[in-house]
């Protein structure tokens, strides 16, 4: 799901491994989206994305997903 007023994390920067990202990557992007783009209009968001990125099996999932999530 995007969050509403502006793009969520996305696929740019992938890993090479076939299109995947590491975890890492992936928690980074999470965590920029966070203090970047939901801080100060949507806090909801930003405690929500915090969350994925400091969860290391939602963060395993995501990057199995590859390029759905």
Not at 31 to 54: F, I, K, L, M, N
Request: hydrophobic residues 35%; charged residues 30%.
């Amino acid at each position: 799901m995007e969050p509403v007023g502006g793009s969520g994390p996305d696929d740019r920067g992938r890993g090479a491994a076939g299109g995947r990202s590491s975890n890492e990557d992936i928690a980074a992007r999470y965590r920029h989206w966070a203090d970047v783009e939901a801080a100060g209009t949507s806090p909801q968001y930003a405690d929500w994305a915090h969350g994925v990125a400091d969860t290391p099996e939602l963060v395993e999932h995501l990057a199995d997903l590859g390029a759905k999530r």
